[in-house]
């Protein structure tokens, strides 16, 4: 194996470990928001207000920018 193979090698398992991190971190903070999700985000669906719909609309829009980007949709279309 040259010094290359072997550091494309090295570079390679890094880049993995790496994203397997982030993706486990996604994975938690996905898992907190559907449990947040399935408690209206702690809001009292019989006392919601103005603010609680803002803010959704707004977490929604953040999550949809995601989507949009992996799956290239919208302004992130090819």
């Known amino acids: 194996m ?3 193979t072997a ?10 470990a790496a994203f397997l ?4 971190e996604f994975d938690a903070l996905l ?6 999700s399935a408690d209206h985000f702690g809001a009292d669906p019989e006392m919601v207000l103005w603010g609680e ?10 999550l949809k920018d ?3 980007q ?3 949709r919208g302004e992130y279309a090819a």
């Open 31 to 36: 898992a907190e928001l559907t449990q947040a």
């Open 70 to 72: 992996h799956f290239r």
């Open 53 to 62: 719909a803002a803010w959704l609309s707004n977490a929604t829009a953040k």
């Open 2 to 4: 040259t010094d290359r």
């Open 21 to 24: 991190a982030k993706k486990a």
């Open 7 to 16: 550091r494309a090698a090295r570079n390679q398992e890094n880049s993995l």
């Open 66 to 68: 995601i989507a949009d």
